[in-house]
């Protein structure tokens, strides 16, 4: 990177260009924190925060993964760490888990600097890319859908950008041998990214092929030893958590790739990423992303592997969900925007590039907030207010939840050690089951029929029965 870049990064007028951005992409997050509510898939809960509530509290439904130990125990610790102070601050149940969100909401934040360096680095220097890389990554919305949501794919999306951009700085530096701590911190951010999920793994070899390809051995021994220093961290925490190092991700292996228990939770078909991630995401601005990135992928090769052999091999596994595409947009879209420049700078007047370039980048922005709308903004809101009214309520002995165990908000959210069930009428015989939370309408009718309880509360699309005196039997 040139002197001149490097000192047009650090001017004021560029510290006063990322507050902006950082202005922006606060105003989209929190958009989509403010409308959403729930689950977008049951993992968030039952896969980090109820493992995370169990470990706090001794009471949780912890999910099939935790009983034979195909997960690690990273997150779970990371969000119980959260939940501590969240609860120390006062917070509890659904309060709690909206902080937890916003936490996320202002987590994701971080790659917007990260993008900024990323377009720099692979444009060599270029502050265009750098700063339509940065707008991009502060307004496309699928990063302020997915930003709220407690899961693995908002930290891997920030380690394996941040990791890619410290990476092509020293590309774009043409630096052999010198920086190897930031080779090391590469390496550590990749493996961290590994540590969060595991499918991650397929971010490293364009790095680590780079680094050997092209004459930085120390820089690839040194990322190298970074990537498993995160190694070494994991198989401490399996070994006191399971009992063995590494034992997580060896179950992982040996369920995923020998078992193939994956395709046990959904097959999806070959073309699935494409159809959601562009054709539903982005209609036909996909085209403004993918095909520069492809006409000009010999130029820019790092970037192409950095979202292409993702996406092929995502694409390739049976069992698809598109959240897990998330950490490839940063590297498409830097892709492209280094080939809108390669053409628009080629028209006869090429002050009106940089103009036409950011055009076309929020046509890709509004195209994806059409197909974003379409995706669930307050599923399972209803539940999860139920359950935390339930909790708060002295007399509550049980709860029967209109809704299958793994889709609602588990002891996170009740915040109480009473038992919960899903619900059905013969359960109501039991006096144990003192409070009812049901959204279906033929669930509503039988409980409006059930004489003995009586409606106490209601939460969007979900009300709250209440029992009370005696079991009378229904009509």
Known sequence: MSEAATGAARSPRAWLGLAALLVLGLAVRLYYF????????????FQYLEPAYWVRHGDAWLPWEYARGVRNWVLPAYYGSLMTLGEWLGY????????????????????????????????????RVAWLTGLFLAAFPLFGYFGPHTLSELHGLL???????????????EDREGDRRKAFVVGLLLGGAFVTRYTLLVFVPVVAL???L??????????????????????????????????????????????????HHGVSPLDFYWQEAFVERLGHARWLLVLP??????????MLGGWLLPFVAFSVIRHKEERFLLSIWPFLLVGALVAWFALLDRLPRRRWSAGLATALL?????ANFVGVSKMRMRWKAGIFQAQDFVGQQADATGLLLDDRLHLNGGYTLLNRSIPQLQFHT??????????????????LQQMRRWRGFEEVATFEDTTVFRRQQGLVPPP
């Open 34 to 45: 403010s409308i959403k509510a729930g689950m977008h898939y049951p993992d968030e809960i």
């Open 92 to 127: 509890q149940g659904w309060e709690l888990h909206r902080l937890l969100t916003l936490h996320n909401t202002l987590f994701g934040l971080l790659l917007i600097p990260a993008g900024l360096r990323l377009g720099r680095a692979a444009s060599r220097g270029d502050e």
């Open 159 to 173: 380690l394996t950008t941040w990791a890619y951009a410290l990476w092509m700085e020293q590309v774009a530096a």
């Open 210 to 212: 780079d680094y050997l």
């Open 214 to 263: 092209f004459s930085r051995k120390r820089q690839f021994v040194a990322a190298t030893a970074g990537f498993l220093t995160m190694i070494a961290l994991l198989a401490i925490v399996d070994w006191i958590t399971w009992g063995v190092p590494l034992h997580a991700f060896i179950e992982y292996v040996r369920y995923n790739l020998i078992e193939d228990g994956a395709s």
């Open 293 to 302: 990135a492809l006409a000009f992928a010999r130029a820019h090769w790092r």
């Open 362 to 366: 929020l046509l890709v922005c509004g």
């Open 426 to 443: 013969g359960h109501l015989r039991n006096r144990l089951y003192n409070y009812v939370a049901v959204y279906e309408e033929r669930s």
